[in-house]
């Protein structure tokens, strides 16, 4: 019998290392859109990682840990247990760090919601290397992989037409546009003119003409924006919820895209299933359903909430006791 770990971190570690070629470093990668609050079932993908990564580190690996929050993604629904709920909805439409923070302590909605997750990772020990898509937006730092992602536009529309029932508009481009003068993505019209030229008419009616060089308020959308992601970064590994695994869903048209226009492989990765607390519903930041890092260290050691997600294997779903099954917890850890 094999004296090799069967952990499935350990197991997941050595099939990275077989698809990816046995080399000396390797970037593993998550992230979420800050569009409510960070939950427990956002918690699962960091962890997973962080316990894939520590795997590679004892197989004698160097590892990157990035997390992206999507935070240049326009702010689509008001979570309900948000306050200033009118204020907020003055704001839908915009990238959400220029989304105001209902609280007041932070500069804008996204850095509320990060920082509150942020804060909690040195208290379960995970070290990860946070990227803002905001600023990697708007440098321009994207720009190249995007003028190829509309150069290859039919290509794109043909993968993702492979997976729908109703095809694509004519006019559909991977992109979404942001109106410099409202800084919500209310642009219409918009055409991809080639060398880097893109036209739209503005809120204000103007049509205008700017080179994606020079006017980076746009970005990817996600089917696309993934993939070029993986290419950006050099990602060998991101595992993803298993919405984002179903069939046809955004990690298959994510491999195509990823190989037939930015001429790479897809990352290894394994899906992972929802979790909840007990005796209630999945959590849900648009429904206000959000059991915080923050607020499961006040029942729960770090070390026992390392082991309640070590002992679960990502593709099992499982549920949080926070009743008087925590004695029991507590007692079978110890």
Not at 224 to 253: A, L
Request: proline residues 4%.
């Amino acid at each position: 019998m094999s004296n090799e770990s069967q952990h499935w971190a350990d197991q997941t570690a050595r099939m990275i290392i077989a698809q990816k070629t046995d080399k000396e470093s390797y970037t593993l990668a998550a992230g979420i859109t800050p569009s409510g609050v960070i939950h427990m079932g956002n918690f699962r993908e960091v962890i997973t990682v962080d316990l894939i990564k520590r795997a590679l580190e004892s197989a004698g690996k160097k590892v990157r840990f990035i997390y992206s929050w999507d935070e240049f993604d326009a702010f689509r629904k008001v979570p309900v247990n948000m306050p200033k709920q009118e204020e907020l909805v003055n704001e839908l439409r915009k990238p959400l760090t220029d989304v105001i923070d209902p609280f007041g302590c932070h500069a804008n909605y996204a850095e509320h919601n990060e920082q509150n997750f942020e804060d909690s990772m040195e208290d379960v020990g995970i070290d990860v290397e946070f990227i803002h898509q905001t600023p990697m937006n708007i440098s321009g730092k994207y720009a190249p992989l995007m003028i190829k992602a509309l150069d290859n536009v039919d290509k794109i529309k043909e993968i993702l037409n492979s997976h729908r029932q109703e095809p694509l508009a004519d006019s559909w481009l991977p992109i979404e546009v942001y109106d410099e003068d409202t800084k919500k993505d209310t642009v219409t019209d918009i055409k991809y003119e080639g060398n880097a030229k893109l036209s739209f008419t503005k809120q204000s009616g103007s049509r205008v003409t700017v080179d994606l060089n020079e006017y980076h308020n746009v970005k990817l959308k996600w089917r696309t924006d993934w993939p070029m992601r993986w290419t950006f970064e050099n990602v060998d590994f991101e595992s993803g919820g298993k919405d984002h695994f179903s069939k046809g869903g955004s990690f298959d048209t994510g491999k195509e895209i990823s190989k037939q226009v930015f001429d790479r492989d897809a990352p290894s990765s394994i899906r992972y299933e929802w979790i909840s607390m007990k005796g209630q519903k999945q959590f849900s930041s648009s429904k206000g359903i959000a059991f915080t890092l923050k607020e499961l260290l006040k029942v729960y050691s770090p070390e026992l909430v390392r082991h309640l997600f070590a002992g679960s294997r990502p593709t099992a779903e499982f549920e949080i006791a926070i009743d008087e099954d925590i004695i029991k917890i507590y007692e079978e850890f110890d």
